[in-house]
């Protein structure tokens, strides 16, 4: 039990920043040069950490407002009781959030943190970004000649987040999922309780985007980008395929349309599985799950959602499509 | 003192994002129009750190959590010096709610100091001629290919992903009879010759495409640098694959690299 001093992380921040100020720039162009390679690489992964702020800020104001300012237990009350009602509900409120996956990640967590019931929490976090009327939008504006693919995107979105949350609720472990710690309840004032949870989410999910911004940012460029072609034509193969790209490339789920439009060669059906698992499994995805939630979630929750959203990407995609 | 770190990391984060929108650098990582976007979310980041220091500047001294955890350090929990079984299960208590106190950074989250050191230290260019390479001289498949004239009299200037959409998916029907401008990088081309070469995007680096025009013609037997900017002026002529786009030129002169170096659709 005996504890280590505690780290003087002052002083350690002040000379890592003077040090990287004075020799940061020339150790890395020794290291690396002006390879192209990592330059392609770092831009990458600023991009995505750039982009994903601004939604990941909307998710943790959301989710330190909800431990700060609604009294404990509030949204397990709103929702029914039964998570069979519960998971629809949540699953179609999810469609409300304007974001991408980031934000939805730190609310889920705080839901539920808040007691809200795990597989409705979980629907909500599926639902928000595949459903949103901005993803909706961008998909429109993306597929200006198969307007049948916005209706396809919402049944199939909504659908994965159902059948996960109702699945989650019928073979869950309580054991599996970690769920965040509520903050501190006792002492400091609301306005103190919001300001230490923001800090402390924008942090934690951060840290996990950043995780996952360097794993899609590797893929990037190490892969190469012409495996997919050829493949367009084979039925079966083509939807694998373009479901385990947008595992890799962690398009934001407000571009992924335009990404996946320009694919020439692959069925409509393929496009919406890449639609459909995109928001919902990715790797930075799955990173920010391992720190919500725990890696024993993560490690049953990401191969299952996967599963299902290839399975309901081909069925909506055979019926609508 | 180290409740002051959450909030500075905090502040740091939110300034850099703030600087970037202002100084326009963040053009090369996400499109124009989610500056906005990125800038309100910065300065919400720096006011939350601002308050976090001064909030954590007024809090008493003996609420540190790092001279908290000394005197639990101190504390024995064996041995004849042992504290009693009740101190110990408070402390211990105590413990497991400070390693998740809010306070405090969590660990992963100085993974982000990583964005911040390449942005101030070694901002990473925007994508590039190695990035252009890669997927290979077809082009992306548009949603619609455009099939109006093209604005203004010759020489017209184009963007370059629209050139090679009509070129590539629509024979050059609407480029035939023009001379067009168009403005890019150069890719240099393994067959010999070079590209002139666009990156688009939808949202950041992350989903771009890349868009390459072969460039042919007489001005074109010396190959500009790798990467350099370049301004062609010429006439359409048709690729010599399946959708791909190819120029014959009459002008290539240098330029400068424009304020937003990727087009949007």
Partial sequence: MRQPPPLPVVPIVLLGVTVAALVGRYAFELVVGTNEAVQTWSTVFVAIVLQAVPFLVLGVLLSAAISAFLPEGALARVLPRRSAVAVPVAGVAGGVLPGC?????????????????????????LSAPAINPVVLVATAVAFPQ???????????GLLVALVMGWLWSALGRPGWLRPPRPAHREGGTRAERFRTTLQHDFLHAGGFLAVGALAAATLNVVVDPAWTTGIGGVPVVSVLVLALLAVVLCVCSEADA?????????????????????????????????????????????????VVAVAVSALVGGILL | MNRLVAPILLFVLGAVAVQQVVFGGYVDYVRPGHGPLLATAGGLLTAVGLWGVVAGLRA?????????????????????????????DRLRAEEQAEGH???????????????????????????GAFAASRAGA???????????????????PVALH????????????????????????????????????????SCCAADA?????????????????????????GTYAPGDGTHTARITALEVRPVAAPQDPYEVP
Wanted: include cysteine; glycine fraction near 8%.
């Fill in chain 2, 60 to 88: 008493a001294p003996e609420e540190s959590a790092g001279a908290a955890r000394l005197a639990r350090a101190r504390v024995h929990t064996r041995g004849p010096l042992a504290a009693d079984r009740e101190t110990l």
């Fill in chain 1, 101 to 125: 996956e980031c934000a939805s990640v730190p609310v889920a967590g705080r839901m539920v943190a808040g007691g809200v019931p795990a597989p409705a929490a979980l629907a909500f976090l």
């Fill in chain 2, 101 to 127: 106190d809010h306070a405090r950074v969590p660990g992963v989250g100085w993974l982000l100091v990583l964005p911040v050191f390449l942005v101030l230290l070694v901002p990473p260019p925007a994508l």
């Fill in chain 2, 162 to 201: 629209d050139y090679a959409e009509r070129a590539a998916w629509d024979d050059g029907r609407t480029l035939a009879g023009h001379t067009v401008v168009l403005t890019g990088f150069v890719t240099p081309r393994e067959a010999g010759g070079w590209y002139l070469s666009r990156m688009v995007i």
């Fill in chain 1, 258 to 306: 335009f990404v996946v439009a320009g694919l020439s060669g692959f069925s409509l059906t393929a496009k919406l599985a890449f639609l459909v698992v995109g928001p919902v499994v990715d790797l930075k995805l799955v990173a920010m799950q391992v720190g919500t939630f725990g890696r024993r979630f993560a490690q049953r929750f990401a191969p299952a959602t996967f």
């Fill in chain 1, 146 to 156: 198969n307007p049948e693919m916005v209706a396809a995107r919402a049944v199939g």
């Fill in chain 2, 209 to 233: 495409r890349s868009y390459l025009v072969e460039v042919a013609g007489a001005p074109t037997e010396r190959v500009p640098a790798k990467n350099s900017w370049q301004q062609v002026t």
């Fill in chain 2, 138 to 156: 077809e082009v992306p498949r548009p949603a619609a290919v455009a099939t109006e004239a093209l604005a203004g009299p010759d020489p017209v």
